[in-house]
């Protein structure tokens, strides 16, 4: 009898520590890059999915304020996770930010221009002499004499006029500018305003491609959190395929958690997004993977146009050893 209870008080113990072990979260503050959008949905899906907490994480989604602002939280150890473009997370780095890339979301970089059709552009070279409007330190203004270059352009060859994000269209509409540069997942924004008279060219089809939106982390955290990361990174991968796969609950997830946003809008947005997340590295490899050699470039584009305060080893701030290679973007046609 004695003995039959000690066994039941051991089984006990265990269950105990198992539930224990169950409750025991990691608590994950985790900045986007701006307000929520189409762009954020398979964060919000994981979420409600509960799929974060399964996998023993607690994640809290901040609203940013601009890649920037994520980037050196992150960075800084403020926020253990952020989502911030990727040009500007090695401009971080290099001022000092302990950060590490973990998986990128936009395979293609997101920027473009934009002008009326009517004005006659059709090209790059035909922005000579234009004004181009966009707000005062965006990358934009950085990284143009490396896309002037690789058209075979004088960079002073153009005017920028500043911007700010909310009256670029407006500006553009009224010919206060010639041109504005936008990122496409704002793309039907502009189709709906100018129509067929919308001139439209990405910056990766124009000569200039550095990876864009990419998830980054403390790099003080993942030395001491590895699991937790890896665990938060095969997560959102297999939720960026689900919604890939059905957008819908996804878009239902991000709306339900940010009043304000309406689903088709939100839909429109995320079809725009997969266009950015496609490319052959994705589809073959895996999704949100870094090649390699594409990251050195990125690296010393933004060395040699951008800046960088103190060169650092680019391979000691990425990693795609938590992504899972047996999930892979399907191809998606870009519909500029």
Known sequence: MIRAMKIIAMAVMVVLGHAGMALATEKLDFILNWVAGGDH?????ARAQGWYAQAGLDVNLIQGSGSSNAAQRTGAGINQVGLADLTTVL???GKGADEVAVMNVYANY???????????IRSVKDMAGKKIGNPPGDAARALWPALAKANGMDPNSVTWVNVS???????????AVDVVTEFF?????YKRELGDNMGYLAWKDAGLNPYG?????????????KE?????????????????????????ALVDANSGLKFDDQMINWHEVEQLMSDHTSQTVALGWFDPKRMENDYELVKNYVGIQKPFDIKQHFTNEFLDKSIKMKAVEFKG
């Open 41 to 45: 949905a398979p964060y919000y899906f």
């Open 91 to 93: 401009v971080a780095i």
């Open 110 to 120: 997101p920027g473009g221009f934009y002008w009326l059709k009517s004005s006659g």
């Open 165 to 175: 994000p909310n009256a670029k269209l407006a500006s553009l509409k009224s010919g």
């Open 185 to 189: 997942n704002l793309h039907h924004g």
């Open 213 to 225: 939106n990419s998830i980054v982390v403390n790099g003080a955290y993942l030395k001491s959190h």
């Open 228 to 252: 937790a990361i890896a665990a938060f990174v095969k997560v959102t991968q297999k939720a960026f395929a689900a919604c890939v796969a059905d957008p819908k609950p996804c878009i239902q």
